[in-house]
Structure formats: structure tokens, C-alpha cells
């Protein structure tokens, strides 16, 4: 029986010299301070400092990485919905994978609940990039006194959002996208209209239902849960539509593309589904046999 051969362990060395690390650390954890300072680019949660992401970018400019997210995919867990992203840093100079994260952004998160699913998608993203920063660079953020955790992974009990960055600048435009549309309020009104109940009734059930202050604070998610609750449908079995009216998606409230009239003629096969989400981010679906899922063609 041939002898076998013990391999033993490599020596462990230092890469760097433990003082020039700290030296060239806090060099550049002096120069993101001032950053941070001048930029408000940390949120302050219980008296400790949390950096933003656009933070963790520029801690990765000065070591020569970049973040890209490598895949977003959508998810649903019963009436749960959101998504989970997956980001790798990248070392700019050879274009090799020095760190990577998944992270997940859904709609039961207080400060993200009746929010439109891009923002979702993006939150998801930004905390997917954050995270695998973090996972490379926290000893910068430390030696400048910030924590280890980006501030997108932190949940606020006072109900502020630890990163709009979303909607800074953009609040009237993205309450416009959020709310109801007038396609999805005129729907209610006329199925309420059936079901003998005026518009002061109508707002009174709705306030109560989702504890609004205004009717006019109702979401399209919101709108679409009404509009199939009213119906007392589910809306996988829903395809008694007539061709050519306005269908709203019940999962975001956007428009859905009809292809059973293209289906019926053989420009699409007829395993194709009946109904399309028009959003890119949700591309929710409805097929003849009363199965629901997302993704599929047009």
C-alpha cells in the first residue's frame, strides 16, 4: 500500500501590512465623512449612524470596485408579493467577482405596503448592492464611526423610510403612479352601482377597509382588491370579459393587454394566456384553465 502523502497547511500571511491598511482605511474613511457631512448621506436611527447607498458607492470608487446587480426575480408568497435581487462587486480593473448579496424587498414591510411594485423591485436592488458592500468595505464604514449595516436593511419603527430615494424630488409624480386610476375608480362606482350601494357608502367601505383618511388616498393594488372582492370572483376565473374592454391587473392596476381576440385568429398559439400585465415589473398573467403565474409571453 503506497504511502500517502500528508500535505501541509500553507503558512498564513498578511496581504497588507495591518498598519498601511489601517493608514490607507482611515484615510479614506476621513474623506467619506466629509462626504456624508455635506451630502446627508447616513440616517440617524436610535443615535447610531447608518450609511446610505449612495455611501457604499463611493467607499467602492476608492478601492476600484463598482456594484452591478447580477438578477431580480419576482416573488409571492400567498398575498405577499415582491422581490429578491442578487448583486456582485466587481474589482474594475480585471472585472473579477470580489463580493456579492441577496437581499428582498416585499410589500408587507411597513414602509412598503401599497407602494408600486418598480419601486419594490428597485428597494430590492439597492439593498441586494448595498449589502454586498457591505460585505467588502464595512471596516471603512467602522473606522469612519458609521455602522456596518446599510441603512436599507433597517427597519424604522417611527415609520420614516430609511432610504426614499425613490420618490426624493419625485413625490407628486410617484403618488400620480401609486394611486388608483380613474379606469379602476369608475369600475368600482359601477359595481357598487349593482349592488345598490351610493358614493357615500362606497367611500365609507373603503376607508374602513384599508383605514384611509380619503377615498382619494386609495392604491391601485388597493382598487383592484375592491374591484375583485365586489365581483366576488377570483381573478384566475374571471374571462368572461367581453373583447376590447379596459381590464385592470389585480395585483399592480395597471392596464392588461387582451390576446384572445390574436389567439382566436392564430396570430398567438392557444396555449398563450387570455390576459397580460402592460408593466414590465409585474407581467402577471391569465390563463383559460384557471391557472395564475407570472412571466410568459405576450
Known sequence: MADKQIMKPNNSTLALDPKTAIEE???AANALMDLVNKRKLAVNISGKKY???EAWQTIARFYGYTVKTAKTAYVKYNSTQGFEATASVIQTSNGRIVGAAEAICMNDEKNWKGRPLYAIKSMAQTRASAKALRQVLAWVAVLAGFEATPAEEMSVDNGSDPDPEWIRGKEDIVKTIALATEPQKKKIFALAKVKKWDADEVHKRIK????????????????????????????????????????ICPQCGSEMWDNRPKKASGEFKKNSPDFKCKNKDCEFVIWPKKTTRVGGGR
Open 25 to 27: 482605511g482611515t484615510k
Open 51 to 53: 450609511l446610505k447607498f
Open 208 to 247: 374602513k377597509r384599508f383605514d384611509l383618511k380619503s377615498f382619494n388616498d386609495l392604491t391601485k393594488a388597493q382598487a383592484s382588491e375592491i374591484i375583485e372582492s365586489i365581483n366576488g370572483s377570483n381573478p384566475t376565473q374571471k374571462t368572461t370579459q367581453q373583447a376590447g374592454e379596459t381590464r
